[in-house]
Nanobody
Framework: QVQLVESGGGLVQAGGSLRLSCAAS????????MGWFRQAPGREREFVAA????????SYADSVKGRFTISRDYAENMIYLHLNSLKPEDTAVYYC??????????????WGQGTQVTVSS
């Protein structure tokens, strides 16, 4: 059974940085796409970034492009989201997700429990 466990959220000032981690377990992820989504209070969950486990192709939402970086560690089965130049509007619960196949922005089958990121102005 696939398990995704996020960590690394917290409170940071605007302009600061955080690194979110997602520990993935339960299967081999070589054919999977791994993504990060976020949900702010009163808003729908939105796509942030994704990476193909094999090959490392990435995709980013326009709102985070140039500020956030997604990466993976094969040996440790970890997915990371590096958040730089944070803005108050980045405040949300961030979720790690996994899906079989290569689509970046939809069709995710597995989700973590989420980690809170709060950016103060």
């Amino acid at each position: 059974q696939v398990q995704l466990v996020e960590s690394g959220g917290g409170l940071v000032q605007a302009g600061g940085s955080l690194r979110l981690s997602c520990a993935a377990s339960g299967r081999t992820f070589s054919s999977y796409t791994m993504g990060w989504f976020r949900q702010a209070p009163g808003r729908e969950r939105e796509f942030v970034a994704a990476i193909r486990w094999s090959g490392g192709d990435t995709s980013y939402a326009d709102s985070v492009k140039g500020r956030f970086t997604i990466s993976r560690d094969y040996a440790e089965n970890m997915i990371y989201l590096h958040l730089n130049s944070l803005k108050p509007e980045d405040t949300a619960v961030y979720y790690c997700a996994a899906r079989s196949g290569g689509r970046f922005r939809g069709g995710y089958d597995y989700w973590g429990q989420g980690t809170q990121v709060t950016v103060s102005s």
